[in-house]
C-alpha cells in the first residue's frame, strides 16, 4: 500500500481520521472531503491576509491548484464570479451565475451605430469576428428592430447575445422584399457557411440517392453523388442514408432482387451456356436459400422475369405503383387474421420504412411539379420585381418591364427558362433541394402568395412584348 503524503497525513491528523483502506470508498469520500476543506480554508486565510481591502468586495483572486484527485474544484476569478461544481456524491451540480465576460468590441458605440444607420425594411445582415470572417447570417422585413433586438438579449443565455459580444462589426444590405431577404439569406449562408448558422447549411454530404445499376441483373444501392455513372439510374434524392438503406433492404427483399457484389457473374436460367462448362453453381450468400432473393446468379430465375421485378421496383421509386406496400399490407393483414401477431408487427415496420421513403420523394416531387410560374412581388418602396421559377428554383430576379425594351428582355429571360427541357423528376440536383424545400414553405406559409403567381404563358402575355 502506498504511503500517503507528509501533507495529507497532517490534515488526517488535524481533524481527527484515519486513511480509508482503497476498497473503503465511502470513508475515503469522507476523508477527500475533510482534505478538501482543510485547503479551502488554507487559501482563504492566505488570500485575506495577501488581497487589499478595496478587492474584498469584489472577490478572492484566488487559483486553488490542486494536484491531488479531490471531488471540489473551485476556481476563484476577480473578472468572474464562482462557478462552483460539487461532484462529491457523484452527480454535478454546476450552478453559474451572471458573468462580466468582456466583449470584443465597444457595444455602446455599436448600438449608437444601428440605431442611426439602419431602417425598418426588409434586408439581411453579417456579424463579423475581427479577422473579417462571418459569425452569423439573418434576415428580417424590419432590419433595424431586428438587430436592435440583439442588444437587449441577455448574455450567456441568448443566443444573440453570445453572437453580439464575439462580433467586431455588423454589415447590412436591404432588399425590395421579406421574400428577396429570405432568398438572400439562403444564398449567403451556402456561400459563407457562418460558425452559428446551423440551418440551410446542408450539402451533397447530407443527401443520398437510391441508384439503380446498368448491366446485367441489376440492383439497388444507395450512393452520395448522382453525377458518377450516368448508366445508372438515380432516384431521390432522399434525408438519411442509414434509413434509405434500410427501405431499400426490404424492397429488394420483397421483390427479389439481389443486392451482391460487383463481382458475382449472373448467369439467368434462360441463357445459353456450353454444355462443357454447365456445371451446378452455388448461390454466393443465404439470401436465396430463405426465398429473399430470386438468385440470378444460379440460374434460378429468368431474365424476363427478374426484369418484371425490377420494373416494379423502379415504379415504386417513381411514384406510379404503389405495388409493394399493398403486398406488405395484404401480407400483414393476413398473419393479423391468422393470430401470428408478432410477424404481423415486423411486417408492419418493413411497410413504415417504404413509406417513409415513399413520403420524401412525394414531398420533393410536388414541390417540383407544382412550382415553375412567374411571381412579381411588390416590396419596400412600391418596387415590384417578377421572379421566374422552375423546378421550386429562382432562375432569374428581374425588374417589373415598363419600357419596350425591358419587355423585350422578360421575353427573351421567359423562353429561355421555361422552354428549356426538364430533367427527369426523380433526379433533383443537391445544390437546389435547400431552396426548393424554402419556396414550398413560403408558400405554404402564404397561400395568398401562391395565388398571385402566374403559368409561363400568362406571364409572357402580361410582361413581354
Not at 134 to 145: E, F
Request: glycine residues 6%; proline residues 5%; positive net charge.
Amino acid at each position: 500500500m502506498k504511503t500517503q503524503p507528509v501533507g495529507q497525513r497532517d490534515l488526517f491528523a488535524l481533524f481527527g481520521a484515519t486513511p480509508a483502506a482503497r476498497g473503503r470508498s465511502d470513508e475515503r469520500l469522507s476523508v477527500e472531503r475533510a482534505v478538501t476543506l482543510a485547503e479551502l480554508e488554507a487559501s482563504n486565510a492566505v488570500a485575506t491576509s495577501v488581497l487589499p481591502a478595496a478587492h474584498m468586495d469584489v472577490g478572492m483572486n484566488v487559483t486553488l491548484d490542486v494536484t491531488q484527485n479531490v471531488t471540489q474544484n473551485v476556481m476563484l476569478d476577480v473578472t468572474q464570479n464562482v462557478l462552483l461544481n460539487d461532484t462529491g456524491d457523484g452527480r454535478v451540480a454546476a450552478r453559474t451565475q451572471k458573468g462580466k465576460r468582456k466583449p470584443v468590441t465597444d457595444l455602446d458605440a455599436l448600438r449608437e451605430l444601428v440605431k442611426a444607420g439602419t431602417q425598418d425594411r426588409p434586408g439581411t445582415y453579417r456579424f463579423l469576428c475581427g479577422e473579417g470572417s462571418v459569425l452569423y447570417v439573418g434576415k428580417s422585413k424590419q432590419l433595424r428592430t431586428r438587430l436592435m433586438s440583439y442588444f437587449r438579449a441577455e448574455w450567456p443565455h441568448d443566443k444573440g447575445a453570445r453572437i453580439l459580444w464575439r462580433a467586431a462589426r455588423i454589415e447590412w444590405e436591404y432588399q425590395p422584399s421579406e421574400f428577396a431577404a429570405l432568398l438572400r439569406e439562403l444564398r449567403l449562408i451556402k456561400q459563407l457557411r457562418p460558425r452559428y448558422n446551423w440551418m440551410m447549411k446542408r450539402d451533397a454530404r447530407h443527401y443520398c440517392f437510391v441508384r439503380m445499376t446498368a448491366g446485367l441483373a441489376p440492383k439497388l444501392t444507395v450512393t452520395r453523388d448522382a453525377s458518377g455513372d450516368e448508366r445508372g439510374t438515380y432516384f431521390g434524392p432522399y434525408l438519411s442514408a442509414s434509413r434509405v438503406t434500410d427501405a431499400l433492404r426490404e424492397l429488394s427483399d420483397l421483390l427479389g432482387l439481389r443486392d451482391c457484389s460487383n463481382d458475382v457473374r449472373m448467369h439467368f436460367r434462360d441463357q445459353a451456356e456450353l454444355p462443357v462448362i454447365a456445371t451446378p453453381r452455388a448461390p454466393k450468400c443465404i439470401r436465396h436459400e430463405i426465398g429473399k432473393c430470386l438468385g440470378p446468379c444460379v440460374a434460378a430465375v429468368t431474365e424476363s422475369a427478374y426484369a418484371t421485378q425490377l420494373a416494379l421496383a423502379r415504379a415504386f421509386l417513381d411514384g406510379s405503383s404503389d405495388g409493394p406496400m399493398k403486398a406488405l399490407s395484404a401480407r400483414m393483414l393476413a398473419h393479423s387474421e391468422a393470430l401470428e401477431f408478432e410477424r404481423a408487427g415486423q411486417v408492419r415496420d418493413k411497410l413504415h420504412r417504404l413509406e417513409r421513403l415513399r413520403a420524401q420523394f412525394e414531398r420533393l416531387r410536388f414541390a417540383v411539379e407544382t412550382l415553375t410560374f412567374a411571381y412579381p412581388v411588390t416590396g419596400h418602396g412600391n418596387e415590384t420585381r417578377v421572379y421566374l421559377v422552375k423546378r421550386g428554383t429562382v432562375r432569374a430576379d428581374l425588374k417589373l418591364p415598363v419600357s419596350r425594351r425591358e419587355q423585350l428582355e422578360f421575353a427573351e429571360w421567359s423562353r429561355r427558362i421555361f422552354h428549356q427541357p426538364d430533367r427527369p423528376t426523380r433526379i433533383i440536383p443537391t445544390h437546389e433541394i435547400d431552396e426548393l424545400l424554402l419556396l414550398s414553405s413560403w408558400f405554404q406559409r402564404h397561400p395568398d402568395e401562391f395565388a398571385r403567381t402566374l403559368e409561363p404563358e400568362q406571364a409572357l402575355r402580361a410582361f413581354g412584348a
